[in-house]
């Protein structure tokens, strides 16, 4: 009553409540139980906490953007997060969006293998969905408790800077057009390492949200893979992670990391594998982000200056994928586990394909900034293509999204060779760049989300 004898009418208030852009953050410990499977061994130990992080955007609408320190999260275990978490925070589970970081002595996610497993009677211990299923519900509880703790966010602040002698191009070519190495995040081979760097990207972005003069979060994206080693059986978040961590100790600042289109690119050239490299690793990426940080320019924001578009894509399938072959291999029950988890994720991926399942490429708009939510191992150009789409934004790509796919490179990389077009790596065919660059052009050139 004494707002409306001010002259601030009913509706007046509902339009100031909106235009205020407010933003919270989550984290919950995400590391397995000893016993359970990480990607490639039982869990022995906890060398450093994984972690499951997240931040809601509340503007107009409630946008959640969450990573995990994680080999993957892929189909149903996707959709099994997003639909916990937006029902956690009053939101469409299109608005929530999950990454892994893909680190390796992490744990896989993907209940529609198990499933697959489930239905040929094959007893394998690769997903631990009690643990996934109590990390679902823990990172939903933490999401809606942070609704109590939404900061006003008046600026966002962008900034990059250069990540030296990490990334490097995994696929390096003979002089036939065909791939004659693949250099490894950790390679012991010196002439394989002496190879260029090869197409990388190696600039760290940064995105931050402030009110006032006080940060309130930031987000940095950067592609590579982050193993420096693993199959110690220790979980831990390698050196993007420890990086992330480190930053967030030194700032004070909530720090969300996302890995970008780092499918062919790892730090092979750098890196033998030795352990004390590791150290090396997580100190050149934490100059980095804090260059980044040092560069940041901040513009005011209002809550309909955020916006989330998305396109949904059947990404076209692998030409080795054959329901009949992938059946028989299943029954077969002489055959061994590596083959049978091909198998069954090929037939997942094939009956998700049938079903007309299909992935959503997401496009969050914050002012000038733009950020692309894209699925599986994606290659690096990708990313670069999108950045020259639009030079007059900042065009920021967070990868290792829905993880079902395997790796997805460019059309001409499936005619190269090498491991990431193999048919043990990658579930899509080269056709895949057509559907996604169509995707990713048609958000980036759409401007009615800002």
């Known amino acids: 009553m004494l707002l409306l004898t001010l002259g601030i009418t009913a509706t007046a208030i509902t339009e100031l409540q909106a235009e205020t852009f407010k933003v919270?953050?989550?984290?919950?410990?995400?590391?397995?139980?000893?016993?359970?499977?990480?990607?490639?061994?039982?869990?022995?130990?906890?060398?450093?906490?994984?972690?499951?992080?997240?931040?809601?955007?509340?503007?107009?609408?409630?946008?959640?953007?969450?990573?995990?320190?994680?080999?993957?999260?892929?189909?149903?275990?996707?959709?099994?997060?997003?639909?916990?978490?937006?029902?956690a925070v009053g939101t469409d589970p299109k608005n929530v969006v999950v990454?892994?970081?893909?680190?390796?002595?992490?744990?896989?996610?993907?209940?529609?293998?198990?499933?697959?497993?489930?239905?040929?009677?094959?007893?394998?211990?690769?997903?631990?969905?009690?643990?996934?299923?109590?990390?679902?519900?823990?990172?939903?509880?933490?999401?809606k408790q942070s609704l109590k703790n939404l900061q006003t966010v008046t600026h966002i602040g962008t900034g990059q800077a250069e990540i030296e002698k990490v990334a490097s191009n995994?696929?390096?070519?003979?002089?036939?057009?065909?791939?004659?190495?693949?250099?490894?995040?950790?390679?012991?081979?010196?002439?394989?390492?002496?190879?260029?760097?090869?197409?990388?990207?190696?600039?760290?972005?940064?995105?931050?949200?402030?009110?006032?003069?006080?940060?309130?979060?930031?987000?940095?994206?950067?592609?590579?893979?982050?193993?420096?080693?693993?199959?110690?059986?220790?979980?831990n978040p390698d050196f993007p992670g420890m990086a992330r961590n480190a930053r967030e100790e030194s700032t004070g600042t909530f720090h969300i990391h996302f890995n970008g289109a780092g499918g062919n690119i790892g730090a092979g050239k750098?890196?033998?594998?030795?352990?004390?490299?590791?150290?090396?690793?997580?100190?050149?990426?934490?100059?980095?982000?804090?260059?980044?940080?040092?560069?940041?320019?901040?513009?005011?924001i209002k809550a309909d200056d955020v916006a989330l578009a998305s396109v949904d894509v059947l990404l076209p399938l692998s030409p080795y994928i054959?329901?009949?072959?992938?059946?028989s291999e299943l029954k077969n029950?002489?055959?061994?586990?590596?083959?049978?988890?091909?198998?069954?994720?090929?037939?997942?991926?094939?009956?998700?394909?049938?079903?007309?399942?299909?992935?959503?490429?997401?496009?969050?708009t914050i002012g000038d900034a733009r950020i692309l939510h894209m699925p599986g191992e994606l290659f690096v150009e990708y990313q670069l293509a999108a950045q020259k789409l639009r030079p007059d934004l900042f065009v920021a790509m967070a990868a290792y999204g829905d993880y079902a796919p395997g790796?997805?490179?460019?059309?001409?990389?499936?005619?190269?060779?090498?491991?990431?077009?193999s048919r043990t790596a990658s579930r899509v065919s080269g056709r895949s760049e057509q559907v996604l660059m169509g995707a990713i052009s048609k958000l980036l050139k759409d401007d009615s989300a800002k």
């Not at 972005?205 to 590579?224: D, R």
């Not at 054959?322 to 059946?327: D, H, L, P, T």
């Not at 083959?339 to 049938?354: K, Q, V, Y």
Request: charged share 25%.
């Open 99 to 143: 990454h892994a970081i893909h680190q390796h002595d992490a744990p896989r996610c993907d209940a529609t293998t198990q499933a697959v497993f489930d239905e040929f009677d094959l007893d394998y211990d690769m997903f631990d969905l009690k643990f996934i299923a109590e990390v679902q519900k823990r990172a939903a509880a933490a999401a």
């Open 407 to 421: 790796y997805i490179g460019t059309e001409v990389s499936y005619g190269e060779g090498g491991y990431e077009t």
């Open 322 to 327: 054959q329901k009949e072959e992938a059946i």
């Open 24 to 87: 919270a953050t989550f984290e919950i410990d995400a590391s397995p139980p000893i016993g359970s499977p990480l990607a490639y061994d039982p869990t022995k130990g906890i060398q450093m906490p994984l972690s499951f992080r997240g931040i809601i955007l509340q503007g107009q609408q409630t946008y959640v953007l969450c990573t995990v320190d994680w080999l993957g999260v892929s189909s149903d275990s996707q959709k099994a997060f997003k639909e916990a978490i937006a029902e």
């Open 170 to 235: 995994r696929r390096i070519l003979g002089p036939d057009g065909k791939v004659k190495y693949v250099r490894y995040t950790a390679t012991k081979d010196p002439v394989v390492r002496d190879q260029p760097i090869g197409t990388i990207d190696p600039m760290c972005k940064s995105i931050s949200f402030w009110n006032g003069e006080q940060p309130v979060a930031v987000m940095t994206y950067y592609a590579t893979h982050p193993q420096s080693y693993y199959r110690t059986g220790l979980a």
């Open 333 to 364: 029950k002489s055959l061994d586990r590596l083959t049978h988890f091909r198998a069954a994720r090929e037939l997942a991926w094939l009956r998700r394909h049938e079903a007309g399942d299909a992935i959503s490429i997401e496009c969050l």
């Open 270 to 300: 750098w890196n033998d594998g030795a352990k004390e490299n590791r150290a090396v690793l997580t100190k050149r990426v934490e100059e980095g982000m804090k260059r980044a940080w040092d560069e940041t320019k901040r513009k005011p």
